[in-house]
Every structure is written in C-alpha cells, then in structure tokens.
C-alpha cells in the first residue's frame, strides 16, 4: 500500500495540502505498523493519534470553510464525522488483530485519497478569500 504523497493530493492551500501531509504520514505509521504485526495496544496508539489528528484537521477545516461561507459545509462535517465514528469504533474495539489493522489501514488510505481528490477539491477555490496569514 503506497502511504506517500502524490502531486495529485495537493488541493492548492498551503495549510490544508500541510495538514493532509501529516494525515497522510499518520497513515503510513499506522500502515506499516499494521504491516508488521504490532501488538493490538500499539495499533490502537495509532490508530488514537490518527484520531486526534483527524479531529484537530477537519476542525481546522471547517473552520475555514464556514468563514467563506460554503453551502455545503453540513455535508462535508458528515464526511468528516462518518471518518471519526469508524476511527472511533476501531479504538473501541477489543478483538484488534492483524487482519482488522490491515483492513483499517486500506480504509484510510482510501478514504484519504478519495475525500483529498473529489471532495476538498470542491471547495478549495472560495478559501482563497480566507486571510493571507492561512495561506
């Protein structure tokens, strides 16, 4: 599984392409530790990183797209959330094993390189307005 960034998960703002490169390298961790066969609690370290990160991330996010007003913005916090509740349930989950990690991490990866491609690109164009110190 290929954790490393590509030109094409770049969505053209500064802060937002340098909080999907440490989303992004999260996974990594999380993948190759799921790789080797790390121990459930270390896994669930993680995958609890990956969570707050997530959080702190699309928080961040929102945040700039509520100051320009976009009209979508509900639907985008349901992606957002629908991300954290799955994080959320792997954490919670008490038979963590190899087979589950893997799967997580191919989840996460996709699900990185699908909301990075088509959804964040939707929007990306009206955060231009936000202050100049954001970009």
Same mark, same amino acid.
């Given at each position: 599984?290929?954790?490393?960034?590509?030109?094409?998960?770049? #969505? $053209?703002?500064?802060? =937002?392409?340098?909080?999907? /490169?440490?989303?992004? *390298? @999260?996974?990594?961790?999380?993948? +190759?530790?799921?790789?080797?066969?790390?121990?459930?609690?270390?896994?669930?370290?993680?995958?609890?990183?990956?969570?707050?990160?997530?959080?702190?991330?699309?928080?961040?996010?929102?945040?700039?797209?509520?100051? #320009? $007003?976009?009209?979508? =913005?509900?639907?985008?916090? /349901?992606?957002?959330? *629908? @991300?954290?509740?799955?994080?959320? +349930?792997?954490?919670?989950?008490?038979?963590?094993?190899?087979?589950?990690?893997?799967?997580?991490?191919?989840?996460?990866?996709?699900?990185?390189?699908?909301?990075?491609?088509?959804?964040?690109?939707?929007?990306?164009?009206?955060?231009?307005?936000?202050?100049?110190?954001? /970009?």
């Amino acid at each position: 599984m290929d954790t490393r960034w590509k030109p094409e998960y770049e #969505v $053209g703002h500064p802060r =937002i392409d340098y909080e999907h /490169r440490v989303f992004l *390298d @999260l996974i990594g961790q999380f993948t +190759a530790e799921a790789g080797r066969g790390a121990e459930p609690k270390r896994l669930v370290r993680h995958c609890a990183e990956l969570y707050k990160y997530a959080d702190f991330h699309f928080f961040s996010e929102e945040g700039l797209l509520e100051d #320009v $007003g976009y009209n979508d =913005i509900e639907g985008h916090r /349901r992606l957002h959330k *629908d @991300l954290l509740d799955r994080l959320r +349930a792997f954490i919670d989950s008490f038979a963590i094993d190899t087979y589950m990690a893997s799967e997580m991490s191919g989840f996460l990866l996709n699900w990185f390189v699908s909301h990075t491609t088509s959804e964040d690109p939707k929007h990306i164009h009206l955060l231009s307005k936000t202050s100049p110190y954001l /970009r």
